[in-house]
């Protein structure tokens, strides 16, 4: 008999480098076993995001969202009990940005000892809401749902804007 010369697929020498940096669009990476070396790819890999994923874009889009929603408790907040730091509030929102919320408290510390203590209460309040208020659960849900819902609507769109009306028989 013959003998074949083949190998199974596990026992191929590995065809990628060592390291991953003369490859940086690598999506796998290899799973150290004893068992011959695999590749384990579950996740996407986004270019043109740095060393900064997604996620953590996302999760900084939130954060300032975050203090969005504080600046917003804590005007409520005080419109109804205390109505000259309601106007200071305002004042100073119609001044700064809250598109960074970071810099906005930073502002908000450095203007004047009754502005830390709005600053403080923001801070607080963003803290809170983002720990026990915000519904991550249904954030994720809705976020699919979005997903879905604009995916299935503009594929609809785009099949009746490009096939021919059932009317021109």
């Avoid at 697929?9 to 390291?19: K, R």
Wanted: glycine content about 2%; overall charge positive; aromatic content about 12%.
């Amino acid at each position: 008999m013959e003998s074949s010369a083949s190998l199974a697929l596990p026992q191929l020498p590995y065809v990628y480098p060592a390291t991953s940096s003369s490859y940086p669009f690598l999506p796998c990476k290899r799973i150290r076993s004893a068992q011959p070396t695999r590749l384990h790819c579950s996740k996407m890999f986004v270019p043109g995001f740095g060393v900064a994923s997604p996620e953590a874009k996302a999760a900084k889009n939130l954060h300032n969202f975050f203090t969005y929603i504080a600046v917003k408790i804590v005007a409520a907040q005080l419109e109804s009990y205390n109505r000259e730091a309601y106007e200071e509030l305002m004042e100073f929102l119609g001044r700064h940005s809250l598109n960074d919320g970071d810099k906005f408290c930073a502002s908000m510390f450095r203007e004047s000892s009754r502005h830390k203590n709005l600053a403080l209460r923001i801070m607080e309040v963003r803290s809170a809401y983002c720990k026990t208020d915000f519904e991550w659960d249904n954030y994720k849900r809705l976020a699919l749902k979005m997903v879905t819902e604009s995916n299935t609507r503009l594929m609809k769109d785009y099949v009746l804007e490009t096939s021919p009306a059932e009317t021109e028989k």
